[in-house]
Every structure is written in C-alpha cells, then in structure tokens.
C-alpha cells in the first residue's frame, strides 16, 4: 500500500499550479506531500477517484467541471458544501469520502488581507452563477454583503439567489444600468478565449473593486475591462487560489501554512486557469 497520497482532479487539469502550492506549504511546514494533478472529465471521474482511493489517496481537491459531481459521491458533506451544492475539497473517512468547499473562505480572506475589503453592508455584484460562484456567492451574503446576481441564463441567476435566500437577488444585464456595486466579481468564461470581455460599464465607480476568480491569461479580458472602465482596483483569483488551497491543507494536516511567501513565489509564473485548480 502506497503512503497517504493527495491530488487534484480537473479537466483540463495540466497548468494546475496546485501540486506546487501545496509542496510549497508542506516544506514551509516540515510535511513532505504527494500531490498531483490527475486529468478527469465527468465521465471517468468516479472510476479514477476510486483507483485514487485504492492506491492511498486520502484527500484530494476538485475544480471544473466536477464540483457537483464530487458533491454526489461524499457520503458526507460540510454545512457549508451542503448550501452551496458543491465540493473542492475531498477527505477520506473510512471507505467512502467527505466533502468541503473552501472555495468562499478563500475568497474573502483575499479581498480581506490583500484588498482591505469588508463585505458587511457593501453593494456587491456576482457576474456568474456556476461552479466557485455558488460558493463565492454564499459566503458573501454569510458577511453582510447585499448581493446583485447576474447570468447569461437569467434562470440559474434566479435559482442562486432563492437558493442562497435573503441578501440575494437576481437581476438582468439591463437592470444594472443606473446601479452602483462596491465590488464586481467576475466568475464566466467570458473573455477566457477571447481577448475582449465585452460588458456594460454604468455600474462600475472609481473605487469598485473589480475581482476575476480566474488568474493569469484568463483573467486578463476583465481586468482590461474593469481598468477602461474606470475602477483602480482590480485583481485576478491568484489570491484565492491560494487562500482556498491553505484551508483545505488545514482540513488535511491539522496545520495552516503561511500563505504570504507562497503567494509572492507564484507572481509571475500564472498559466490559464480557473480558481479552484
């Protein structure tokens, strides 16, 4: 039997900076970590958890397109997963898996440590309504945000905002016209393949922080976006990555990394990617 073996799963799942982050964390910590990054679609993802499993693995986490996926296969999952209907963090308990999402705890402790952003009381706007937007989108409204939730498919908006309840509303591209966010958070693939993200501005101040969950090349549309607009602040996930990464090392080890060097090392070496990967 192989030692306790940890991974993330994804698809695609190569330019994952994961398995880096946390053998950054555990040499931080003295904890030698076997990490890796294991290619899987919708289709296969049981299968490999399972062989995942078999082969020692005892934690792992998950990015798109299998956050709902994961969620099915937990015997057991956190309050904060459950609300939020997905999972990116996987612990082994016994024969079957629990479920965590740390996505939302890594969010707000970015814009909170780096961008000195307290939602409490704040106009928010989520542009998304899939994937870390849920979790994203219960976390902010768990703060005290006022949270506005627009999607290309205005139902999925409608569908997050009841699921997350009071706090929460859905609006339509149009209803933004004339409104104020303090923050915007970016969480489409808009502008990932692209290189322009093409979105109405009225809404955007010179002091709305203006946040892609996305880092690197696939965050570069919006932030050119929110910058033409008028914001001086905006910024990619990178941060969050980080932050979600550390929570679920502390689910697995007990321990909780300093996140500032890991993140300083990262600059500047940012491949496309997705938050949560």
Not at 35 to 61: C, M, P, Q, T, W
Not at 206 to 232: H, P, V
């Amino acid at each position: 039997m192989a030692g306790p073996r940890y991974a993330v799963f994804g698809q695609p799942i190569s330019h994952s900076l994961s398995p880096r982050i946390h053998a950054m964390f555990g040499a931080q910590l003295g904890i030698g970590v076997d990490y890796r990054a294991i290619e899987a679609g919708r289709d296969e993802f049981s299968v490999k958890l399972d062989a995942f499993a078999r082969d020692g693995g005892v934690g792992a986490n998950v990015t798109l397109p299998l956050k709902q996926d994961a969620f099915a296969l937990c015997a057991e999952v956190s309050d904060r997963a459950r609300r939020c209907g997905s999972v990116n963090t996987l612990i082994r308990a016994g024969d079957s898996w629990r479920g965590d999402s740390t996505d939302g705890s890594g969010f707000l402790r970015d814009v909170a440590t780096r961008h000195a952003f307290d939602p409490r009381g704040h106009a928010c706007l989520l542009l998304g309504a899939g994937g870390a937007a849920r979790a994203v989108a219960f976390a902010l409204v768990d703060a005290g945000a006022h949270l506005a939730i627009v999607n290309r498919t205005h139902e999925r908006a409608r569908e997050l905002a009841a699921s997350v309840g009071a706090g929460a509303r859905a609006l339509t591209s149009s209803e933004l016209d004339g409104a104020a966010f303090d923050l915007v958070v970016h969480a489409t693939a808009a502008g990932h393949a692209t290189a322009t993200f093409e979105w109405p501005s009225s809404f955007i101040r010179s002091d709305t922080l203006c946040y892609d969950l996305s880092y690197g090349d696939a965050a570069a549309a919006f932030l050119r976006w929110s910058r033409a607009a008028g914001a001086t602040r905006a910024s990619e996930g990178l941060g969050m990555l980080v932050e979600q990464a550390a929570d679920s090392f502390t689910i697995w080890h007990a321990l909780r990394p300093d996140t500032a060097p890991v993140l300083a090392a990262l600059r500047g070496d940012t491949p496309p990617s997705l938050a949560g990967a």
